[in-house]
């Protein structure tokens, strides 16, 4: 990432924009897409394709007031096994829409578990849980089965049986190592709590194992985030993700707890990021897409590398499955006819299982023909930072192209006949870059009230 970023590219390009997991992007979902319409989709799924399955626990012991997930603290371990029993209800509705070959059950090549922090539910109900899986899905012997962590409130017995489970990738967080930092986002942990969660994956036989780290939070500076990216790259985790703060407190109420005053500024920021970049590449790591970096041996690497490379609702991923089902409270789906996602709350969703036989869907978006040629587009510009624009025929791209110009006399793009490809100076205005393409991003669509920060 370039350091010739200046005050005056922020200044231009700067604002809330889509982080384009999904295009059309969530803003665009309605209840003019419900049960009926999810049900049709999950039947057009293509007979005998591998699937990815997403399974949201909306728990945590306690809450982090950085947090834009969908979670609340759930004490009471019967209700959170409850919740256990629901995940596997909605998993056989959602098993009996799809066709499978015959005498087969639906393939799967990825799982991944997120949250909140899976690791709330009791053991009893994750066996459940995976009893279901089995009977339900053929999971495939490769299938990279996901779950996130927190180092605070994990033991080594937790590592063991998550391993014997099938796990074998673990995401954790750390967001900043700077006591200060803690103190300001409600969130207290040590590097040794880190390190041993860290190692506990490593001797149960996890092969991957992913990081998430911060800028922007309240007091940190570029000298401290450096300092975090430096102790966690120590580690030798396979992948890191590193997120900009998004301050949505008009959205997340815990958020309205976080010292405002004290949050980095503009420059500030996009300082702590560059610091982060150097620090991860001289570490040995390679940047993938906007937010990523990865050792090269690591099936991410890979993806960059031949193009394969996927951005959905849990970011970037090496999983190539061309559709996601997702299940639980406010669960998101990618299927052929577009987007769907269940009732956010976790009692509303789970008193719609009870009261309904259909799938507890609160909203979602029909995708035309051209939502899903620009989806396209955006998604290998955010995997690729490049795209050959003349593949995408018949759209000729014209204004989009216009549009662009201002981009290639600031030194963000490159134009060569139908390729455009972002430069390393415009790696952080992919999002801007993509924008472009976003019909949809005008009047309602667009503004603070709708989208993060882009930088």
Sequence with gaps: MSDAVTPELLERYDGNLPRYTSYPTAVRFSDAVGSAEASRWLGELPVGEALSLYLHVPFCDELCGFCGCNTSVMRSESARSAYGDQLCEELTRVAGLIAAPKNRRPPVAHIHFGGGTPTTLPESAFRTIFRCLHALFDIQPDAEIGVELDPRHFTPSMARFLSELGCNRGSLGVQDLEPAVQQACGRIQTFEQTRACVESLRESGFTSINIDLIYGLPRQTT??????????????????AVFGYAHVPW??????????????????????????????????????????????????????RNGSLRRNFQGYTADDAAHLVGVGASAISSLPGGFTQNIVSAAAWGKALAESPGLPVARGVACTDDDRL??????????DLGVDLGAFAPEDF?????????????????????????????????????AVFDRYLAGQDAGPGRHSRAI
């Design 251 to 304: 959205k997340l109420k815990r958020q309205q707890l976080m010292p405002e005053a004290e949050l980095p500024g503009r420059d500030a920021r996009i300082a702590q990021r560059n610091g982060i970049d150097r620090t991860l590449q001289e570490a040995g790591y390679l940047p993938v897409g906007l937010d990523h970096y990865v050792l090269p041996h690591d099936r991410m690497a890979q993806a960059a």
């Design 223 to 240: 000298e401290s985030v450096c300092a975090t990216a430096r102790q966690t790259a120590a580690l030798k985790p396979d992948r890191l």
């Design 374 to 383: 620009r989806g396209r587009l955006i998604e290998r510009l955010m995997c």
């Design 398 to 434: 014209a204004l989009e192209r216009e549009r662009l110009s201002r981009f290639v006399a600031d030194g963000l793009v490159e134009m060569e006949g139908d390729r455009l490809r972002v430069t390393e100076r415009g790696r952080p205005f992919i999002r801007n870059v993509a």
